[in-house]
């Protein structure tokens, strides 16, 4: 039979926001009945921006275990792991070998890569310019094997994050063509809406930069938020002519709003028939009435067993992780069979 699986991750470095929902989870859940799903929690690729805040990367953890479950993944399901990406070893030995097959030069003109450095305050760690490669061995650890024509590899991203997945192919081609046919190609999968601005209108949402309405936040605070959004600045009045595609509120409305929700909305912005501040009062109760029930079982899931959830999704990771290693370790030539059995018996 052939095997479906998924690997895709989040970094902890804070509570989750509806660019999170958006660009990731709303496909996990979708998917999550169909695929082998791996959820990891990327706590060593956070350290790439917060190595002098472990604590919060410690906490966080928590809180995007909170989240999943809020929105709806379900680790009881056998089919679904969350996993601790620092309990897994073999990740980090993987890396080390796909460094070497990646050119150095390679990193810098990555397009997602250049972005970010923009962002970055301090000066990028070598940790950093790397991180795209430790990505590919994330995803190609659990690349189904021996890789069949009828197995997927299936990898939900945000669009930013499809060059890295270009990478990570590159990568498997390599590594097969040097050593054999061992990783099968990831394809990745975008959202009809690849990526939610801030409620700035600035393009990213990012708890860092104080532009996101969190999964959590609660229902005045979420008014608050979306009444203080960026809209199109060229309509000051309700009878002024809008512009809906440059607005980010209508972005909004189109991610969460039902079809007969959305329907007729930018004609009567563009004809002066709906004003600004109606717009966003609408979407305001969209967004509380879409959030409840995520409030409530996020709620319920702080009495779940949460670190069970993890160690026993990242303990199934384990052992398939382990299983790969061998496939990877005796392609490459590094396995010495006789010189490491006799260290597995300390002789
Ligand atoms: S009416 Fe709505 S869609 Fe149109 S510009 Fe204002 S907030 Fe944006």
Redesign the pocket.
Known sequence: MATKRILTGMRPTGALHLGHYVGALKQWLALQDEYECFFLIADVQALTTHVDRPRVIEESVREVVLDWLGVGLDPTKPNVCFVLQSSLPELTELTAYFTMLVPFTKMEHNPTIRAELKDLKKSATAGFMIYPISQAADILLFSPYPPEKSDKLLVPVGEDQVPHLEETNQIARRFNALYGKTFLECKPEVGEIGRLPGVDGKSKMSKSLGNAIQLKDGPDTVSKLVSK?F??PK?LHRDDP???QR?P??LY?RAFSTSQMFRG??T??KTGR???V???KELADILNNFLEPIRTRRAEAEKAPLDTYLRQGTEKAREIGQNMMKVIRHAMHLDYPSVKSSLTKGG
Do not use: Q, S
């Open positions: 959004m809209t199109d309509k809008g512009h809906p607005c509120v209508y409305h909305r930018a009567k912005c709906l004003g600004c109606e717009c966003k």
